[in-house]
């Protein structure tokens, strides 16, 4: 079925899915494990708005975990677009 619509191969769209799934993970991490309250002796002080399953909660973020976020976004955006790149038709060219 997959075949018809041109994912003969799965990996370009599980590609973006599991990255997409450890980004929910590594939300739903930091929403239960991180300070609500800044706590810059422990290297929390970058605020954060997570909104797990409808609640928002302002949490306060370390630098590794403001670097990990921005790094599995970047990875679900580049991994979507190889997927596009990969399952799209190329166009073709005019004859001049």
């Known amino acids: 079925m997959l075949e018809k619509h041109g994912f003969e191969k799965l990996e370009r769209v599980f590609a973006p899915l ?3 799934l450890v980004f929910a993970l590594n939300e739903m991490r930091l929403f239960q494990d991180r300070p609500r309250a800044p706590a810059p002796d422990e290297g929390f002080t970058h605020a954060a708005v997570a909104r797990v ?3 928002n ?3 306060f973020l ?3 975990d403001v670097a990990l976020r921005w790094f599995l976004f970047a990875a679900i955006v580049a991994l979507g677009i190889w997927t596009l790149a990969e399952t799209l038709p ?3 060219r005019a004859q001049n």
């Open 57 to 59: 909660e302002q949490i």
């Open 18 to 20: 599991t990255a997409l």
């Open 62 to 64: 370390s630098g590794g």
């Open 53 to 55: 399953f409808n609640a």
């Open 90 to 92: 190329p166009r073709k």
